[in-house]
């Protein structure tokens, strides 16, 4: 199971995703032999599958003496991951996709060994990281997010800008009701670099 950060047009606010088809791919045990491990709580959509992992690696920390029963190994990995990415490997992080299902995380980044380096040291025994690159952080994705979703209603009578969020592999989500009107509006306003317009249904906000 995965789950992707969204900007929802029609509550103008950040909200979760659910989304599948990340790549399943069965894992080696401990670090892969090529060296510079090369390469979204978020994670990849439903849109396609992701790239197979360029480089992988599975954790050897053990579970710390008090940890939280409730929580999982792969919890506690995706947690430092975080910290990591937000703090001194900040300008190489893209994202990061969850899979309950293998044990495992799909992480996005800017190719750099010591990164790659930090988060499998960082994984917990029998959790599984496979590493992706990417070609911008995320930081410039959140920058590119919040100003597509400034103006949810700037588009109105050409066509409804419905939701906008980033993508764990690199780009940003604009769902529209119209992509053929919308592209090469959004386009022209914000570059193509980074933006992925598609087609979204109706939101329909909770009744309560």
Known sequence: MTN??????????AGVVVGAAL???????GHTDGGLLDAPRESASV?????????RCVGTVPAPPDADPEETPLDRTLARVDKLAAGEHAAVYTGMGVDEDKNAADIW???SDAF???????????????????DVDRRTLDALAERVSEDMNRWDGTFQLREVGVDERGFVH????DPKKAEPLVEKEFGPRYIKVEHVGQIHADAG
């Open 23 to 29: 790549y399943i791919d069965e894992l080696e045990t």
């Open 174 to 177: 604009v769902g529209v009701d």
């Open 47 to 55: 849109r396609k599958a992701s790239a197979p992992a360029e480089d």
């Open 116 to 134: 790659d380096t930090a988060v499998c040291d960082a994984a917990e025994k029998g959790v599984k990281l496979r590493l992706h690159s990417a």
């Open 4 to 13: 992707l950060r969204w900007i929802a047009a029609a509550v103008a606010i």
């Open 109 to 111: 980044r800017i190719p």
